[in-house]
């Protein structure tokens, strides 16, 4: 009985911990508008750090009033404007080579091959295919394994 509470203590010590520090799960958004400024914090008076296109995936890890701070597909973090994200379901390659097919699967034809670092909407999913649409209006499949 003693370990139970314990145990109890314990997980509502870690909880009221996570959320008094503002830390939460990631929720993962996209960017919606063509070009985006990545900064180094959470307002305009902060450097711009890089730029994103738009479909770029993103794990939001804080937000600061109208700004969040994410962690991107190769770890690297950084603040966004809330306003120039959605939910759009969306991908980024991280392959070196990834090839785009006409359909699902490997017997399709390679409509396009794309470096790693493109992001894309996610339009369809069949298997472990996804049918995947980029900014500039290509669109064809790729196999789940080559994106985050």
């Avoid at 203590?9 to 400024?37: D, H, K, Q, W, Y």
């Amino acid at each position: 009985m003693k370990i139970r509470i314990f145990v109890l203590n314990i997980a509502v010590f870690l909880i009221l911990s996570v959320m008094t520090t503002g830390v939460c799960l990631a929720e993962r958004m996209a960017v919606s508008v063509p070009t985006a400024n990545i900064r180094l914090g959470p307002g305009e008076k902060y450097d711009i750090i890089w730029k994103v296109e738009k479909y770029y995936p993103i794990d939001v890890i804080k937000v600061a009033g109208k700004w969040c701070r994410f962690r991107d597909f190769e770890g690297d973090e950084g603040w966004i404007f809330k306003k120039l994200l959605n939910k759009t379901n969306t991908v980024i390659t991280y392959k070196k080579k990834c090839n785009v097919r006409s359909g699902p699967g490997t017997q399709f034809k390679i409509a396009f091959t794309v470096a790693k670092g493109i992001p894309f909407k996610v339009l369809k999913r069949k298997d472990e295919w996804l049918q995947i649409k980029h900014a500039d209006g290509d669109q064809g499949w790729i196999f789940k394994s080559l994106v985050w």
